[in-house]
């Protein structure tokens, strides 16, 4: 089973039948070798002709309108950075599939290659069942115990075979599985004006009221740290005013003392009518994760799991 109010996407490089898809997963439009697993919202932007659809993935702080302006027969090179949210998008083609990915990550987009096409998926853990791919321990490593050195890991995800499309760029995958061909659309770039920090207060409040519109039943993690603590009052004073934001502090159980904490505490105290504050406290029963990728069933044109 997947966890509950997982949202996860992916497809083929090539659209030649059959391919399969994750179990209870549903192509995005008719006769689309990309597919949709979960309620994920997907936004048909233009199909200009039989082979040729460009959608969007995940949630656009656009409205259609907006959209329509930066779309003519290629997605403009800003597409995926212009506006807040947490979205990608895919071009589909008679040639192969390309993929404009965010500058953040914030929706990781993978690869691997199958069946002399590409394969590709927001969820890497979905990849590794299709191929049957092992961990990467020597990405593991890097995690474990150099993970202030991220160029280590490149782009390689935690399965073998199976890489993170990097982000801020336009990558197509070709519908023959040849090397995938990359131009990077976005870097920083360094400004006089406005002041960074004002820029970043900026976009934070865009990305955060977006979501709390959205969704204003929402939750938000409150670990003490400066990052989360940002977000969890932006989000609270985005919300309408007869909601309140629940803040959640995880903690090892019987340890309700530690710094973190107390700075969580002291930033929801800060905010009484506005974040009710939730302790989460695990034990040694957490730590446990029976979740393995051969749990994830794919299913080909005649309806059988792969599993």
């Not at 071009?91 to 002399?116: F, K």
């Not at 070709?174 to 004002?198: D, M, N, Q, Y």
């Not at 670990?223 to 959640?248: F, K, M």
Request: aromatic share 6%.
């Amino acid at each position: 089973m997947l966890p509950g109010g997982s949202m996860f996407y992916g497809g083929f490089s090539s659209a030649v039948a059959p391919r399969p898809r994750p179990a209870g997963a549903a192509p995005v439009a008719p006769g689309s070798p990309s597919w949709r697993l979960g309620n994920g919202p997907v936004r048909i932007l233009s199909t200009f002709a039989k082979d040729h659809r460009i959608f969007l993935i995940g949630r656009c702080g656009a409205d259609d309108a907006e959209l329509s302006q930066h779309i003519t027969s290629d997605p403009a090179s800003d597409i995926t950075w212009r506006w807040p949210g947490t979205y990608a998008v895919v071009e589909e083609t008679a040639r192969g599939v390309i993929v404009h990915t965010d500058p953040a990550a914030s929706l990781p987009v993978y690869a691997t290659l199958w069946n002399g096409c590409w394969a590709w998926s927001t969820s890497a853990r979905l990849l590794a069942a299709l191929t049957r791919a092992t961990i990467d321990t020597e990405r593991l490593a890097c995690a474990v115990f150099l993970p202030s050195v991220p160029a280590l890991a490149d782009t390689r995800s935690f399965f073998v075979g199976v890489q993170q499309l990097p982000p801020g760029a336009r990558i197509e995958l070709p519908a023959t599985g040849a090397p995938l061909r990359i131009s990077t659309c976005w870097r920083p770039t360094p400004a006089e004006r406005p002041l960074p920090h004002v820029r970043l207060r900026d976009a934070l409040e865009r990305a955060v009221a977006l979501r709390t519109a959205l969704d204003p039943a929402l939750s938000c993690d409150l670990s003490g740290g400066l990052d989360s603590t940002s977000i969890a009052v932006i989000a609270a004073a985005a919300l309408p005013p007869e909601r309140r934001l629940d803040a959640v502090t995880v903690h090892p159980e019987g340890q309700i003392d530690g710094a973190d904490l107390r700075h969580a505490r002291l930033a929801a105290a800060r905010y009484p009518d506005r974040i009710t504050h939730r302790l989460l406290p695990l034990t040694d029963l957490h730590r446990a994760d029976g979740w393995t990728c051969g749990d994830l069933g794919w299913r080909a044109g005649g309806g059988f799991s792969l599993r």
